[in-house]
């Protein structure tokens, strides 16, 4: 099975960089996620890493390294609509599209 | 692109109805979908597997005679919550499987509240 670990909470200020890390677990490997869900909303896709290496979107920054089974998502800039829970997932079987998600990391933005 | 809706977005429903949601990728096939449950300030919980033209999987402990899935075209699946109870109030969120990227995105979630 997975077993995924993130922290629990994370807090910084406005035009911060702060970075989540998420170890992983699992046999056979197709890719890590990450998501951004607000409080009350649904989840929504923020990248996907399926190689190892430093991908660039914006203000929101991934690594992966497969062999240390270790992602982290790198938030930069910081703006308060920034406060939401960062979740981590990979699929629960190599080929298999089941997503197994961490706990999830609050991040809270100060002004 | 790459945008998946859900409706309704809240019901209320008396106690022992039954009540659907319906999940549809907009701009992109999805033979694989999601659906999940996410209680107030906990962590997503996979129910099911919605497989395009084949029967759903369901995860354990996800009794599949009261929550029923229908995955009827490669754009829509249908959660039905059969005989709805109070303790069936939650938040339903499904996914769909991009197949072209492997990518899941999610719709925006349907609240239901059982009276």
């Known amino acids: 099975g997975q077993n995924i670990d993130q922290p629990t909470e994370m807090t910084a200020t406005e035009g911060a960089i702060v970075q989540i890390n998420c170890t992983y677990q699992t046999s056979g490997f197709n890719g890590l996620f990450w998501y951004q869900q607000h409080a009350g909303e649904a989840p929504t896709f923020l990248s996907y890493n399926v190689l190892d290496g430093l991908e660039e979107k914006g203000r929101f920054s991934s690594f992966l390294s497969r062999s240390k089974g270790y992602s982290y998502l790198l938030l930069k800039e910081l703006q308060m609509k920034d406060s939401a829970s960062y979740l981590c997932?990979?699929?629960?079987?190599?080929?298999?599209?089941?997503?197994?998600f961490g706990a999830g990391t609050t991040v809270t933005v100060r002004a | 692109g790459a945008v998946v809706s859900q409706h309704p977005s809240w019901v209320i429903c008396k106690s022992g109805t039954s009540v659907k949601i319906e999940c549809r990728s907009l701009?992109?096939?999805?033979?694989?979908m999601f659906w999940y449950r996410q209680f107030p300030k906990q962590s997503l919980m996979l129910m099911a597997t919605s497989n395009e033209g084949s029967k759903a999987t369901y995860e354990q402990g996800v009794e599949k005679d009261k929550f029923l899935i229908n995955h009827a075209s490669l754009t829509l699946s249908t959660l039905t919550v059969t005989s709805a109870h109070p303790e069936d109030s939650s938040f339903y969120i499904c996914?769909?499987?991009?197949?072209?990227?492997?990518?899941?995105?999610f719709g925006p979630g349907t609240r239901l509240l059982v009276l």
């Open positions: 997932a990979v699929p629960t079987r190599s080929n298999d599209y089941k997503l197994s």
């Open positions: 996914s769909a499987r991009d197949e072209l990227y492997g990518t899941q995105y």
């Open positions: 701009d992109f096939q999805a033979t694989t």
